[in-house]
């Protein structure tokens, strides 16, 4: 799987959009970006995944620029609740292969 | 969207006992689940891969004596922490593919182990 480097920690107003970036730049074809995000003591949660479309769910958009190798989530009013680690990870679709966990962004929503 | 339930949540023993963390897919068979295990501030390293009807597969550097895994049904896969040490207090965590083409996977609560 392609690594990928993300800053260790960020900063957000509450109601203000976060934007969250992704470097991933030795992706291959034929490798999805896939977006997780872990709040304290819990185990991760599926945000919103991309091959090279950008892609909009209800908990976020994901935009990937032309040539593949960076991605930013945004979220686009940011709550308290939306405090957490936010994991980008790089792999082939195949559903038989684990995910391997960088060491993210630590995303801080304020007041 | 599919479940995984992890049981218990948390779980506290003395050094040298054994402790069992099950892991469910609750709406979905899973032929395939995976463990792993967080240090605090640390991130998810991938301890196991959990093969339905055959042997559970080891990240390097996990002992296979002292995680064992079984994965008995297609629903269900426990880990069994043996001859527990204050080292392996850590959070435990399963998850599981969905059965769709996304390639998504379902992740489980979490167990935090503590061993005195």
């Known amino acids: 799987d392609a690594k990928t480097t993300q800053p260790p920690s960020m900063d957000c107003a509450e109601g203000r959009a976060a934007n969250l970036p992704c470097n991933h730049s030795?992706?291959?074809?034929?490798?999805?970006v896939y977006w997780y995000r872990q709040i304290h003591s819990q185990g991760p949660q599926y945000i919103i995944h991309?091959?090279?479309n950008n892609e909009t769910n209800e908990m976020a958009s994901l935009i990937i620029t032309e040539d593949r190798k960076s991605s930013t989530l945004i979220l686009p009013h940011a709550t308290l609740r939306d405090t957490a680690v936010y994991y980008c990870i790089v792999r082939d679709s195949n559903s038989g292969y684990a995910l391997n966990f960088g060491k993210g962004t630590s995303l801080l929503v304020t007041p | 969207g599919a479940v995984v339930s992890q049981h218990p949540s948390w779980v506290i023993c003395k050094s040298g006992t054994s402790v069992k963390i099950e892991c469910r897919s609750l709406d979905f068979q899973a032929t395939t689940m995976f463990w792993y295990r967080q240090f605090p501030k640390q991130s998810l390293m991938l301890m196991a891969t959990s093969n339905e009807g055959s042997k559970a597969t080891y990240e390097q550097g996990v002992e296979k004596d002292k995680f064992l895994i079984n994965h008995a049904s297609l629903t269900l896969s426990t880990l069994t922490v043996t001859s527990a040490h204050p080292e392996d207090s850590s959070f435990y965590i399963c998850s599981a593919p969905g059965t769709g083409k996304t390639g998504e996977l379902f992740f489980g609560e979490g167990s935090r182990l503590t061993v005195l």
């Open positions: 030795t992706i291959s074809g034929n490798e999805y």
């Open positions: 991309g091959l090279k």
